[in-house]
């Protein structure tokens, strides 16, 4: 049984950094397309970063590039996206994603990423000016 589990939100001021966690079990491929999700209050749910499994196929919305990254720790099955430089704008529910290839990549206008089967949960980043 495919499971993700985020971890890691919490409330932040500006300028500060947080680090999500997404513990993956279940998939019987370790060829994966993976990323995270945001959905800020009041907006559609949108692509942040993606990845494929090894690090390869990167991609991230210009609204984080060059402050967030996202990673993976093969070995312990999970997957980061660490958060440097956060602004009140990052505030939202943020969601890890996962799926096996191909990967679809993302209409523009969904951001930056892989269409998904697989989502975990979610956790709540909130940043404070």
């Known amino acids: 049984q495919v499971k993700l589990v985020e971890s890691g939100g919490g409330s932040v001021q500006a300028g500060g950094s947080l680090r999500l966690s997404c513990a993956v079990s279940?998939?019987?491929?370790?060829?994966?397309?993976m990323g995270w999700f945001r959905q800020a209050p009041g907006k559609d749910r949108e692509g942040i970063a993606a990845?494929?499994?090894?690090?390869?196929?990167?991609r991230y919305a210009d609204s984080v590039k060059g402050r967030f990254t996202i990673s993976q720790d093969r070995a312990k099955n999970t997957l980061y996206l660490q958060m440097n430089s956060l602004k009140p704008e990052d505030t939202g529910m943020y969601y890890c994603?996962?799926?096996?290839?191909?990967?679809?990549?993302?209409?523009?206008?969904?951001?930056?990423?892989?269409?998904?089967?697989?989502w975990g949960q979610g956790t709540q980043v909130t940043v404070s000016s």
């Open positions: 994603t996962v799926d096996y290839p191909p990967c679809k990549v993302l209409p523009v206008d969904r951001g930056a990423g892989y269409e998904s089967t697989y």
């Open positions: 279940g998939f019987t491929s370790n060829s994966l397309c």
């Open positions: 990845m494929y499994t090894g690090g390869s196929n990167l």
